[in-house]
């Protein structure tokens, strides 16, 4: 039981190229997030899946898409990365108000 | 408008001393979540509390819910310098049971 698992772990762009941030669950949650987090912030929501096939967006998705492939995983994409996109990202998961598993995180630079 | 806003933002106390720090909202939440974040490390969970007026302790750590349960506090008794850290609050709201935290407070214990 590993609870959630992002990969990868560290990842340098140049501006302009793209890739996909991977997350996978093993708790059989329904809700999945991605959050980013600047230096001496809060996580701030990127977009969320309430369940498999649905996204929303949430406070920062600018820059940004999401895919739920299933229940899960839910991939994050940066079509076209910006060095405002330089954040640490974190996958969460969440059953109900009280099951929550939140990922390790990805250190994310964008030069 | 954040939907959490955590006070103060910033604290820097010697050890030994007492501290408080406040997360508000003006939105009634059915829980709500307290995580502590060392400097490259994601956030890691301290405490759920659910019931409004609720008060839970965590060895030196005391974590209260407002009877409205619109916003909570922790209380750090004599903090020490690996009290250090960044501290989050967390609820779950919304039809789809979105998380979302807070603006965060970075705490400095000096030795």
């Known amino acids: 039981n590993a609870g959630v698992t992002q990969t990868p772990k560290f990842q340098v762009l140049k501006t302009g190229q793209s890739m996909t941030l991977q997350c996978a669950q093993d708790m059989n949650h329904n809700s999945m997030y991605w959050y980013r987090q600047d230096p001496g912030m809060g996580l701030r929501l990127i977009y969320y899946s309430a369940s498999e096939g649905t996204t929303d967006k949430g406070e920062v998705p600018n820059g940004y898409n999401v895919s739920r492939l299933n229940k899960r995983e839910f991939s994050l994409r940066l079509e076209s990365a910006a060095p405002s996109q330089t954040s640490v990202y974190f996958c969460a998961s969440s059953e109900g108000f009280r099951l929550w598993g939140l990922g390790s995180g990805t250190r994310l630079t964008v030069v | 408008t954040q939907l959490l806003e955590q006070s103060p933002q910033f604290l820097s106390i010697q050890e030994g001393e007492n501290l408080t720090v406040y997360c508000n909202s003006s939105s009634v939440f059915s829980s709500l979540q307290w995580y502590r974040q060392e400097p490259g490390e994601g956030p890691v969970l301290l405490v759920t509390?659910?019931?409004?007026?609720e008060v839970k302790k965590l060895k030196r750590l005391t974590f209260q819910f407002g009877d409205a349960r619109k916003d909570s506090s922790l209380h750090i008794t004599a903090a020490q310098p690996g009290d250090t850290g960044l501290y989050l609050c967390a609820v779950v709201s919304g039809g789809y049971q979105k998380v979302t935290f807070g603006t965060g407070t970075k705490l400095q214990v000096i030795p």
């Open positions: 509390v659910v019931t409004g007026g």
